[in-house]
């Protein structure tokens, strides 16, 4: 045995890896041919009996490391243990793959490196670390640090307090090492997430029940996410994996790319946010936007997604989870591909005519924007923008250590400042980076994922220098299927936050009049440069990103200026279409909130609660006496042709 692994196991526990374990009760247990030798042998003896025999077995040295999961899925390693460089997979993994390599099925290094920028291993190494799986056991798990998109460490704590487990008895190990200890114990498997059923799966599956049966597998989610056919199991009776693939078709090729095991993988981390159906009979943008308590259970934090809430809270309260009807319109999802696959299109016309903002003398706006990665909607923003306002426009663009073609956007566009970092810095760093050099006396905050409607950068930039106490005007934000994110943003006393009409018509009466509201989003936000570098830009608290733009606001409204919803700024986004992942956006925001609740305790005090005034009542901030006029629709010709709509246009 090499002497990486023998030192390892035998040294200091102080100083050794965590995953660096030999547990005897647990590797006697699992394996007879050990046991028969061992079991009344002095307490060495089973480390011997490993180092020297089990490991070439194929034996795994603790429920931390599985051994024939790591070979499995790292074919090159396990030739090197077959021609004698490596004693076994866990020796490799003590020499090289605590680097990188994900040793068990139920912890992802690669997902716990993307979903937390603490995770670089130069960070952890300053941190006396070995490796993100070394953090996760030490710390992550104890921290609610998602390790695995099935496992969830407070659901699991809650689960195995309600089975008699002691709370001592799940902390000291952590939660992980407690479900993992209890895997092939005799004890009954509990459920390691709300998106996966034990008990269901084992009765839906009698090919799995019997494998477990026979000792090979240690209990259903060691089946459900090692068994060679993952597209023949489903996890939970809400979920289809066969409805899915045939539904969404890009899931197959993400499939076949490596990207994901199946296709609930790509539902749990991205298609619930993006409100996929996981089944013929489950909509969950019905569900979500038809119930009001979904949405503020949402909004709060206190579930991840919709379907998690369907799961835990919607079963047991019997909420409508389907419309009655097949609702008319255009769905979310293919309206999203069309938008990318649009711009994807438009990238031949800039390779050949380019786009232009050299301008001289005083530029009438500046406009920062922030690219990481995804290189063709960075090009239809800002195609979009120079189409939308002929006038001097400083754009400022920072580069987020992009790996696409924005590494050579300065072939497609001409007339920017162009600031470029080695390293992703987060939006919120990167727009305070590009204010130091906003000449403009007014400030366009312009997201890379957008399209902006007919005349919104001269509309806004007309409200503004409409009064001196506007501090910032948003616009009307439209999702790619047609329906409203938002029309200005509502901040609630729990420091929750709720995009005014999001979900309805951009044609509401409520989206299309002028009013003061407590923020708009930095998708589309124009401010007064001189306040904005007052207030020295966003507060770095909130990076990387999310609540940034609701604290600079709050802040605005503190020094004494108006924030403005001017429906004459109509802004197409591709919602999330600029984060990693929209589970991190999540994480996020659910990380800013708490800072920001910190920030403005005595601002919140004074904000509506959402659990007693409608949206309605308190979508406008200023208190100044009003003239109502009542008509069907917007008061435009073809749509409202009655004398009150002619009313209305003339007193504007």
């Known amino acids: 045995m090499p002497q990486a692994a023998h030192l390892l196991l035998r040294s200091d526990a102080k100083l050794r890896p965590a995953w660096a374990m030999f547990d005897r009760g647990w590797y006697l247990h699992h394996y007879p041919d050990a046991r028969a030798l061992c079991v009344d042998a002095p307490e060495a003896a089973a480390l011997d009996y490993y180092l020297q025999v089990g490991a070439r077995l194929g034996h795994s040295p603790s429920p931390l490391f599985d051994e024939a999961y790591y070979l499995a899925s790292n074919p090159d390693v396990a030739a090197l ?7 076994s997979g866990f020796d490799h993994y003590c020499q090289h793959g605590w680097r990188g390599v994900s040793p068990h099925w139920l912890f992802d290094d690669a997902l716990y490196a993307e979903l937390y920028d603490d995770m670089s291993l130069e960070n952890l190494e300053l941190h006396g670390c070995f490796g993100r799986y070394d953090h996760y056991l030490r710390s992550g798990q104890s921290e609610a640090r998602v390790g695995h998109y099935l496992f969830d460490a407070p659901y699991y704590r809650d689960q195995a307090l309600a089975a008699s487990c002691s709370a001592e ?261 990167a727009c305070n980076q590009a204010l130091a050099h906003v000449a403009a006396p007014c400030l366009l905050y312009l997201n890379n994922d957008v399209a902006l409607g007919f005349g919104a950068v001269a509309s806004a930039m007309a409200r503004l220098s409409a009064a001196a106490d506007i501090g910032a005007v ?91 919803y001017d429906p004459a700024v109509s802004v197409e986004h591709l919602e999330f279409g600029s984060a990693v992942t929209p589970e991190a956006s999540m994480a996020l925001m659910r990380r800013g909130r708490r800072i920001f609740r910190e920030r403005h305790k005595a601002f919140l005090q004074a904000q509506p609660s959402p659990g007693r005034q409608t949206p309605t009542r308190v979508r406008e901030r200023s208190g100044r006496p009003k003239l109502l006029f009542i008509e069907d629709t917007v008061p435009c010709g073809v749509l409202a042709q009655g004398s009150c709509a002619r009313m209305t246009l003339s007193t504007r």
């Open 169 to 429: 008895e799940i902390d000291g190990p952590g939660p992980y090492v407690h479900f993992l200890a209890c895997l092939g114990s005799g004890r009954d498997e509990l459920a390691p997430s709300i998106y996966f059923d034990p008990a269901w799966y084992v009765e839906q599956h009698p090919v799995a029940k019997q494998a477990i049966l026979r000792g090979d597998y240690l209990a259903a989610l060691h089946h459900y996410l090692t068994n060679d056919t993952p597209e023949l199991f489903d996890p939970v009776p809400q979920f289809s994996e066969r409805f899915y693939r045939q539904r969404y078709p890009d899931i197959d090729a993400a499939i076949a790319a490596g990207l994901y095991r199946n296709a609930y993988q790509q539902f749990v981390q991205h298609g619930c946010f993006e409100l996929r159906q996981p089944s013929a009979e489950i909509d969950l943008a019905y569900y979500r936007d038809m119930h009001r308590s979904v949405r503020d259970a949402l909004n709060a934090g206190l579930f991840r997604d919709a379907f998690a809430h369907f799961r835990r809270a919607g079963l047991t309260e019997g909420l409508a989870y389907s419309p009655p009807v097949k609702r008319s319109g255009l769905e979310e999802y293919p309206a999203r591909e069309g938008f990318i696959r649009k711009a994807r299109a438009d990238l031949a016309l800039f390779a050949r005519q380019g786009l232009d903002f050299s301008f001289a003398g005083t530029p009438d706006v500046a406009v920062i924007m922030v690219a990481y990665g995804r290189f063709e909607l960075t090009m239809r923003s800002l195609a979009s923008l120079r189409q939308n306002f002929g006038g001097k426009i400083q754009l400022i663009l920072v580069d987020n250590a992009s790996e696409d073609d924005t590494r050579r956007i300065e072939h497609y566009v001409r007339g920017m400042a162009l600031l470029r970092n080695p390293q992703n810095v987060g939006f919120l760093k």
């Open 81 to 87: 243990v077959r021609s004698g460089q490596y004693a």
């Open 474 to 564: 948003c616009g009307k934000i439209v999702r790619t299927h047609g329906c409203l994110q938002e029309a200005g943003s509502i901040i609630w006393d729990d420091g929750t936050t709720s995009g005014y009409l999001r979900g309805e018509s951009p044609l509401a009466p409520g989206a299309n009049f002028v009013r003061d509201v407590d923020y708009g989003s930095a998708v589309f936000l124009l401010c007064r440069t001189a306040l904005v570098k007052a207030l020295a830009g966003f507060d770095e608290a909130f990076v990387p990103a999310y609540y940034e733009d609701a604290d600079l606001c709050v802040r605005m409204l503190q020094a004494g200026y108006r924030i403005v």
